[in-house]
C-alpha cells in the first residue's frame, strides 16, 4: 500500500531476483505461468468511468508503464533518492514486479505516446499470499513482522497492496473510486480475506510527525487480533502525545489523504512506525480484514464488484 505522500503506497520491498523454470498451473487460474515471473490473470479489464479504465497489466510493456509512472510520481517529483541504475532505466522497480499483479488506470481520451499507446495514470501493485510465500514473501515483511499476522489468521488469505501512484492532475473522486473499484474486483475475483500495506508520512523526523502518529496509534491502532509489529531494530514509537491532548480535526487535516480513505473504510494501523530514509518517508502499517470494510462502502461498490465493471 505505498506511496502515500502524493498518493498513495510506497514501493514494495522484495529484492530477490529471480530466474524462469519450468511450466507449472498458476494458483487459482488454472493458466500456465513461469514461477519466477508474475501471473498473467485473464479478463484483464475491470472497470470504466468515461475515458478512464481499470484494468490489470498483462505483458511486460505494461508493467514497464507502470514503472515509469512510479519514477515520475517518486523520484522525479517527490523526495525518494534515485541509485544509479534507477536514474538511468528512469523506471521504478524491484524483484517483486515480476511475481506481483499491476493495476493499471489507463485514459483513452489523452494524447497517445510515441508508441501509440493510451498513458497509465494511475496504477496499484497487488501481491497474494500464496504468491509472497512462494517468492520470498511479502514486501513489508522489511519492515512489519507480518508472519506473526498470518499465522494468528492462518485459514484467511491476504492480499498486499503497494507501489500506489497517481498523476497529480488525475488525483480526483473519480480516480480512486475506480482504482478502489479495480482492488475489490480483485478481491473478489480471488476470494481475499485480508489487505495489508506499508503507507507513509512524508518526512522522517517523528517528532514533527507526532500528531499524526499519536493519532493513529490512540484512534486507529489495531485491536490485538489484528496488530503487526514493526520490527524491534527499526521500531519508532507512535504514541508521542497523550490522547487528551490531541487535536483530531488538526491531525485529520494532516494525515494523507490515502490514509485517511483507508481509515474511513475500516482499517486499522499497526503498532510501531518505521523510517525509510530512502523514500524520506515515516511508515506505518495498513491492515484491511474484508469483514471490517465498511458496508456503505460494500454497498457502493456492489458485493460483486458490479459498480463500475467493465
Same mark, same amino acid.
Given at each position: 500500500m505505498r506511496g502515500d505522500g502524493p498518493s498513495g503506497f510506497k514501493p514494495g520491498r522484495m529484492q530477490q531476483w529471480l530466474t524462469p523454470q519450468a511450466l507449472r498451473l498458476a494458483p487459482d487460474t488454472g493458466l500456465p505461468f513461469r514461477p519466477r515471473h508474475?501471473?498473467?490473470?485473464?479478463?484483464? +479489464?475491470?472497470?470504466?468511468?468515461? +475515458?478512464?479504465?481499470?484494468?490489470?497489466?498483462?505483458?511486460?510493456? =505494461?508493467?514497464?508503464?507502470?514503472?515509469?509512472?512510479?519514477?515520475?510520481?517518486?523520484?522525479?517529483?517527490?523526495?525518494?533518492?534515485?541509485?544509479?541504475?534507477?536514474?538511468?532505466?528512469?523506471?521504478?522497480?524491484?524483484?517483486?514486479?515480476?511475481?506481483? =499483479?499491476?493495476?493499471?488506470?489507463?485514459?483513452?481520451?489523452?494524447?497517445?505516446?510515441? +508508441?501509440?499507446k493510451q498513458p497509465v495514470v494511475g496504477t496499484y501493485r497487488l501481491l497474494r499470499q500464496d504468491i509472497a510465500e512462494a517468492h520470498g514473501g511479502f514486501y513489508s515483511e522489511n519492515e512489519f513482522d507480518i508472519a506473526a499476522l498470518t499465522e494468528r489468521h492462518a485459514g484467511l488469505r491476504f492480499l498486499e497492496l503497494g507501489r500506489s501512484c497517481v498523476l497529480p492532475p488525475y488525483r480526483t473522486k473519480r480516480t480512486m473510486e475506480l482504482l478502489w473499484h479495480g482492488i475489490w474486483s480483485y478481491v473478489r475475483r480471488h476470494r481475499m480475506d485480508?489487505?495489508?500495506?506499508?503507507?507513509?508520512?512524508?518526512?522522517? =523526523?517523528?517528532?514533527?510527525?507526532?500528531?499524526?502518529?499519536?493519532?493513529?496509534?490512540?484512534?486507529?491502532?489495531?485491536?490485538?487480533?489484528?496488530?503487526?509489529?514493526?520490527?524491534? +531494530?527499526?521500531?519508532?514509537?507512535?504514541?508521542?502525545?497523550?490522547?487528551?491532548?490531541?487535536?483530531?480535526?488538526?491531525?485529520?487535516?494532516?494525515?494523507?489523504?490515502?490514509?485517511?480513505?483507508?481509515?474511513?473504510?475500516?482499517?486499522?494501523?499497526?503498532?510501531?512506525?518505521?523510517?525509510?530514509?530512502?523514500?524520506?518517508?515515516?511508515?506505518?502499517l495498513v491492515v484491511m480484514p474484508v469483514s471490517a470494510i465498511s458496508e456503505r462502502y460494500i454497498g457502493h461498490f456492489g458485493a460483486d464488484a458490479s459498480r463500475h465493471a467493465a
Open positions: 508474475r501471473i498473467i490473470t485473464p479478463e484483464l +479489464s475491470l472497470g470504466r468511468i468515461g +475515458s478512464l479504465e481499470v484494468r490489470l497489466a498483462g505483458k511486460p510493456s =505494461d508493467i514497464k508503464r507502470a514503472q515509469k509512472l512510479r519514477y515520475k510520481v517518486f523520484y522525479r517529483d517527490g523526495h525518494a533518492i534515485a541509485d544509479a541504475a534507477t536514474l538511468l532505466a528512469r523506471r521504478d522497480k524491484d524483484g517483486f514486479d515480476k511475481v506481483c =499483479d499491476h493495476l493499471l488506470v489507463v485514459d483513452h481520451a489523452a494524447k497517445p505516446s510515441m +508508441s501509440g485480508v489487505m495489508i500495506g506499508c503507507a507513509s508520512l512524508q518526512g522522517t =523526523d517523528p517528532d514533527r510527525l507526532a500528531l499524526q502518529l499519536s493519532f493513529l496509534h490512540h484512534f486507529a491502532r489495531a485491536p490485538q487480533a489484528w496488530r503487526a509489529n514493526a520490527h524491534a +531494530s527499526r521500531y519508532v514509537e507512535m504514541n508521542r502525545m497523550a490522547k487528551d491532548a490531541i487535536d483530531a480535526k488538526a491531525a485529520l487535516r494532516e494525515l494523507p489523504p490515502l490514509i485517511k480513505g483507508y481509515l474511513r473504510v475500516g482499517a486499522f494501523i499497526g503498532d510501531g512506525a518505521v523510517i525509510d530514509q530512502q523514500f524520506g518517508t515515516t511508515d506505518v
